[in-house]
């Protein structure tokens, strides 16, 4: 089974930190996504990557960046934290035809800026 | 606009009872995939089942169900016989063939399931 593995299930850190979310994948998967999930509005892509050092701006970029050194991880970096970035955040994979194959999901890491 | 609308935000029944969650899409796309995930508490969103756009059959898997109809935009899914460990969050999503790095997700179908 594909295993998509973030690094913390839960995470409080302080407003103005630089903050890192890891995401692992282990199946050599292309794609990979970072969403952020909030009561009401679903699931909002933030950034996707589709090749080592390709990255793409999803729909809520602002605040956020990402890394993929490596193909497969894939790193969230708010660079400086904010309370309005209190949020689930779900990192995904997928093969290269990720519409017909679908994600792969982590367990999420839930933040709290305080 | 919403490219996938789940209206029901909250829904709840009572064990035993059966529940249909609703998913409307829209899209230009005549080739698409429909998408059913299912949230439990512990977060992580597991895949339930992909339809494509030229498939409507109806399909079952247990007590799990799906009725695509084109006609109506709409990819409903069944719970039969509802359990306790069918309480989660539902999420339905698009993908179009020609922008296959993006899915649209609704915005989740929250199911309490009461003994």
């Known amino acids: 089974d594909v295993k998509v593995t973030q690094s913390s299930r839960y995470l409080v850190k302080r407003t103005g930190e630089k903050v890192f979310l890891e995401c692992v994948q282990d199946m050599d998967h292309e794609n990979m996504f970072w969403y952020r999930q909030d009561p009401g509005l679903g699931l909002r892509l933030i950034y996707f990557s589709y090749d080592v050092k390709m990255k793409e701006k999803g729909d809520i970029p602002e605040g956020y960046s990402v890394s993929r050194e490596k193909k497969e991880r894939f790193s969230l970096i708010l660079e400086s934290a904010s309370t309005n970035q209190t949020s689930m955040y779900l990192c995904a994979s997928s093969l290269r035809q990720g519409a017909y194959y679908g994600y792969t999901f982590g367990s999420g890491t839930r933040l709290t800026v305080v | ?115």
Do not use: H, M
């Not at chain 2, 209206?7 to 009572?14: F, P, Y």
């Not at chain 2, 529940?19 to 005549?30: G, N, Q, S, W």
């Not at chain 2, 084109?70 to 306790?84: C, D, E």
């Open chain 2, 1 to 115: 606009a919403q490219k996938v609308t789940q209206a029901q935000t909250e829904i709840s029944v009572v064990e035993k009872e059966d529940v249909t969650l609703d998913c409307v899409y829209e899209t230009r796309d005549t080739t698409y995939y429909l998408f059913w995930y299912k949230q439990p508490p512990s977060g992580e969103l597991v895949f339930l089942i992909r339809r494509n756009s030229f498939d409507e059959q109806n399909e079952i898997s247990g007590r799990y169900s799906w009725n695509f109809q084109k006609s109506t935009s709409s990819f409903n899914f069944t719970i039969t016989a509802s359990q306790v460990v069918d309480s989660a969050v539902y999420f339905c999503a698009l993908s179009e063939k020609y922008n296959f790095n993006k899915f649209y997700f609704g915005s989740g179908t929250k199911l309490n399931v009461k003994p």
